[in-house]
């Protein structure tokens, strides 16, 4: 895995928080316009120019803000409709301590196994290869020398 894979689910969740924030937008907008309003009825209007002034910046500021993590969301979800869309192919095998790297436990999970095993595999430097598949699931193989010299093997056929 060389990124982060996009989700519906991820780009959901930052459109929500988007959200949000244009909500705490609006409130102070609305706030703003409270205090031009009041500045403007008990006639001061000593700051109803720089008020007003402040909100056209600030609806500028804000508007193309949006705009551009709109074109952002858009974009994200294209590349995941595009995906959905396309046949998936199974990873290429990625060495384990680069998969694993700062999320032992999580890969460790999906591969049945503890963190534990995880970090003493990644420390012992042996040759594990993490392999994800595209129904979303991992696998793992271990690459080790076959035979040893001066071993043999007693017996069987020679």
């Not at 993590?69 to 590349?79: E, G």
């Not at 995880?118 to 699931?137: L, P, S």
């Not at 080790?144 to 007693?154: H, N, R, T």
């Given at each position: 895995m060389s990124g982060p894979q996009l989700s519906a689910v991820m780009i959901a969740d930052d459109v929500l928080d988007l959200l949000r924030v244009a909500v705490e937008n609006i409130r102070h907008m609305q706030a703003l316009f409270g205090a031009i309003k009041n500045d403007h009825k008990h006639g001061n209007h000593a700051n109803t120019w720089q008020l007003a002034d402040l909100g056209a910046y600030l609806g500028y500021d804000w508007g193309n803000y949006h705009e551009s993590?709109?074109?952002?969301?858009?974009?994200?979800?294209?590349?995941v409709e595009r995906d959905a869309q396309s046949p998936k192919q199974d990873q290429r095998p990625i060495p384990l301590v680069e998969y694993a790297n700062g999320r032992q436990a999580a890969v460790g999970a999906q591969l049945g196994l503890?963190?534990?095993?995880?970090?003493?595999?990644?420390?012992?430097?042996?040759?594990?290869?993490?392999?994800?598949?595209?129904?979303?699931?991992?696998?793992?193989?271990?690459?080790?020398?076959?035979?040893?010299?001066?071993?043999?093997?007693?017996?069987?056929?020679?």
């Open positions: 993590q709109i074109s952002r969301a858009q974009s994200d979800l294209a590349v503890s963190q534990t095993a995880i970090n003493k595999a990644m420390r012992g430097n042996r040759a594990i290869f993490i392999t994800e598949h595209a129904d979303g699931t991992l696998s793992a193989v271990e690459h080790k020398a076959f035979g040893a010299i001066g071993f043999s093997l007693k017996g069987g056929a020679q």
